[in-house]
């Protein structure tokens, strides 16, 4: 699932893509994907236009469109974007493809369509941001104290809670408590004041090696490269790694160096 270094990636690749150009040809082939916007109100409103300064927050994206509506990307499970040439293949889970200039294609691919892409106005954005914590990259220290402490339930599950914040998904999550030394079904208004401390710098040096790497890396180093294995053992200590579901979510963690 695209996560907080994921869309960060797409990002740039959307800045990169844009240049100067205009959209010259908006092709819908699968309206499956959008999300209270139709297939004629898209290109009319898109069409012409330049693709402004895409800025994100969480998982989600937005790139505004000059005068016109904000055009916002939410990846789901399993949704990217890609920049091609007009002469590569569009494939097949390729849902909505954006001609630029008519040199360069924007391809928003999804092959479960779980979100997807809408217009936005001023009023519209204000709602999707008032319900979402600050980012998970630009959140301190002493917010994200405050935000955690006296929490009910699981810190894991306090964490992935998107109006908490924004931009932490499974694998980040599992990483940065395994990183803190934190076992993810403890409870977060337990937590001490200095394991909170801890669990904050865990997240920043994820998040940094993450977003250098357009996602969370696999290293063998890490609980990421690990978790997938047919016999999983922690790469810190060596002892077998659990399993078991927390917010819906399959849950990796040490039980040695997360106790």
């Not at 999300?35 to 004629?40: F, P």
């Not at 409103?45 to 895409?54: C, N, T, V």
């Not at 999707?128 to 402490?149: M, T």
């Not at 208004?189 to 669990?199: A, C, D, Q, V, Y």
Request: charged share 30%; hydrophobic share 35%; aromatic share 4%.
């Amino acid at each position: 699932m695209p996560e907080l270094p994921d869309v960060e990636g797409f990002r740039q690749v959307l800045l990169t893509c844009r240049g100067r150009r205009s959209v010259t040809d908006v092709d819908v082939r699968d309206a499956g994907v959008l999300r209270g916007v139709s297939e004629e109100r898209l290109r009319k409103e898109l069409e012409g236009r330049r693709l402004g300064k895409a800025w994100r927050h969480g998982k989600w994206l937005f790139v505004p469109t000059g005068d016109g509506p904000t055009l916002v990307f939410h990846f789901g499970m399993t949704g990217s974007l890609r920049c091609c040439d007009q002469e590569e293949p569009i494939e097949a889970h390729d849902r909505i493809v954006l001609t630029l200039g008519g040199e360069r294609l924007l391809c928003y691919r999804d092959q479960r369509k779980l979100q997807g892409v809408r217009l936005a106005d001023s009023a519209d954005v204000d709602r999707i941001l008032e319900g979402l914590g600050p980012d998970a990259l630009a959140v301190d220290r002493d917010e994200f104290l405050e935000l955690l402490s006296g929490r009910r339930g699981a810190v894991k599950s306090a964490l992935m809670d998107q109006s908490v914040v924004a931009g932490l998904g499974n694998l980040l999550c599992d990483e940065i408590l395994w990183r803190a030394r934190v076992a993810p079904r403890t409870s977060t208004r337990s937590l001490s004041e200095k394991t909170l401390r801890r669990i904050h710098a865990a997240m920043g040096r994820v998040l940094a090696t993450s977003v250098r790497d357009g996602c969370v890396p696999p290293r063998r180093s890490w609980l990421t490269g690990r978790r997938d294995d047919s016999e999983p053992v922690c790469p810190r200590c060596g002892t077998s790694m659990r399993s078991t579901r927390i917010a819906g979510r399959r849950t990796v963690w040490c039980p040695h160096c997360q106790n």
